[in-house]
């Protein structure tokens, strides 16, 4: 009898285990992969601080949580198309399927140093992503049935992903290509990273007009605006792939003032943005009262502050500038301990009954 209460119980565990998975892969959403971004690119800060037990740990759940994400997504295609399909045609959140792109290539550029042929497959494999978001997600956004509004009406931070999903790719294409010498990579890095700079032109204008024509409130100000500063640091980190490549080459040669001095423009500019994005943070929660719990969106501020740290490292070495090093420096800690805070935050979120999710707090305000 005590058998058979036992085997019942464990039957019911099993139950509610698989029921809570199947939950959270119907409400995983787009932006979800920002995880992955968050911990790699702040394994990455780390390891050039000589931080080398920080950088495998976080290495290691960067490369878990990648293919644990990988297989989630593909459950919720195959289940729940029709969620995935709805939220590609929505303006405000379908951009967030670029962190796809961006984590792909984030934890390949972790493997390129012991083991190059991850790096070029995972690059391969977000090739695809990217012509899905930019040809397909973003046209259709432009061209079918607006059931939504505008586009633009709907435009927020997670629209710079985008942005850092193109440059990544650069990046990972420049850092393949460094010592190599084949032109033909060096073109598409630098190709990449034009598209990206004029996207992030583009993009700038449009969300900042619509922040400054529109009323704001405190859900409406996410932390995803912190990509306007994590767009900027993945555009300096791709010029410093760039740079990096050999000065003979002769894409090198036409394009190196250019790229040195925008590289080191958009650096200032991703500083001058910290400030503001403070302010949003203690507007959001200080005055509006927004209260403090964990988002999937959290994660898009870790990224910019682990990606400002890394491209401030390098950009400070490579154009001899010591103060852009050391500030890249005390912000990989800061980044280390905003990834702690925002971990700690999700492990007690995800101990908790399941709530509604940013994703449809937002579906149910269109």
């Known amino acids: 009898m005590a058998t058979a209460k036992l085997t019942d119980n464990q039957e019911r565990a099993t139950y509610s285990v698989i029921e809570r998975l199947s939950t959270a892969v119907r409400k995983l959403p787009p932006g979800a992969f920002a995880f992955v971004m968050a911990t790699g690119i702040v394994a990455a800060a780390f390891s050039l601080i000589g931080q080398s037990t920080i950088t495998l740990v976080l290495f290691v759940i960067a490369g878990f949580g ?28 379908a951009f967030g ?3 796809i792109v961006a ?5 390949g550029a972790l493997f390129h140093s012991f083991a190059p042929i991850v790096t070029i497959i995972l690059l391969c494999l977000s090739f ?23 586009p633009a009406a709907k435009a927020n931070g997670s629209w710079f992903i985008w942005v850092v999903a193109t440059q990544s790719l650069s990046v990972v294409t ?35 007009l619509r922040l400054m024509t529109t009323t704001q409130d405190a859900f409406g100000v996410r ?3 912190w990509v306007y500063m994590g767009a900027t640091a993945i555009t300096v980190y791709a010029g410093w792939s760039i740079l990096s490549l050999l000065g003979d080459l002769p894409i090198m040669k036409a394009t190196h003032d250019f790229i040195s001095g925008f590289t080191f423009m958009l650096w200032a500019f991703g500083l001058w943005w ?12 200080a005055v509006k009262k927004y209260p403090i719990r964990y988002e999937t969106e959290l994660w898009s501020m870790v990224f910019p502050l682990g990606m400002f740290s890394v491209a401030s490292i390098h950009i400070g070495e490579l154009l001899g500038l010591p103060v852009v090093h050391d500030m890249g420096v005390i912000c ?35």
Request: aromatic share 12%.
């Open 97 to 99: 399927f670029a962190t």
């Open 103 to 107: 984590a792909l290539n984030v934890v």
């Open 66 to 93: 990648l293919v644990i994400l990988l297989v989630a997504l593909g459950w919720r295609i195959i289940r729940h198309w029709d969620l995935v399909h709805a939220d590609s045609r929505n303006p405000a959140i």
């Open 332 to 366: 990989t800690w800061i980044a280390g301990v905003t990834w702690f805070v925002v971990m700690v935050l999700m492990l007690w979120s995800a101990s908790q009954p399941s709530a509604e999710t940013t994703t449809e707090k937002i579906a149910q305000r269109l």
């Open 128 to 150: 695809p992503f990217w012509i899905l978001l930019t040809y397909g997600i973003a046209a259709a956004m432009m061209l079918g049935p607006q059931h939504h509004g505008p």
């Open 223 to 225: 932390p995803t605006y």
């Open 274 to 285: 910290i400030p503001i994005l403070v302010i949003f943070g203690i507007w959001r929660h």
């Open 174 to 208: 420049g850092i393949i290509d460094q010592g190599l010498g084949f032109n033909l990579l060096g073109v598409i890095a630098v190709g990449m990273w034009s598209i990206g700079v004029i996207l992030y032109i583009i993009l700038t204008v449009i969300i900042t």
